[in-house]
């Protein structure tokens, strides 16, 4: 069972930055990939960036390519989400989520979730 918690979110002018977090309980999250999603009212869940349990894959949805950063420090059991360039149209609430079989870009493939934090970004 991993238990995950975002945190970082907020309110930030377009160009900005922001650095998400997603602390997770248990000892083998190593073993976990893990994705970020984010999600508008009204949208579905879609993909934004996965980091495979060593650290050593990334993937991006194109739409942030080269402006967000994933990493992860397991030894402090958390995954970080660097976020730079801020656009409007990134405003959603952001998701982070485990599974213990490689990373995926696919919502339902992964096993366990966040709370979620908001990310408002102003024009």
């Known amino acids: 069972q991993v238990q995950l918690v975002e945190s970082g979110g907020g309110l930030v002018q377009a160009g900005g930055s922001l650095r998400l977090s997603c602390a997770a309980s248990g000892r083998t999250f190593s073993s976990y990939a893990v994705g970020w999603f984010r999600q508008v009212p009204g949208k579905e869940r879609e993909f934004v960036a996965a980091?495979?349990?060593?650290?050593?894959?990334?993937n991006y949805a194109d739409s942030v390519k080269g402006r967000f950063t994933i990493s992860r420090d397991n030894a402090k059991n958390t995954v970080y989400l660097r976020m730079n360039s801020l656009k409007p149209e990134d405003t959603a609430v952001y998701y982070c989520a485990a599974r213990s079989i490689g990373w995926s870009t696919i919502t339902a493939r992964y096993d366990y979730w966040g709370q979620g934090t908001q990310v408002t970004v102003s024009s």
């Open positions: 980091i495979s349990g060593s650290g050593g894959t990334t």
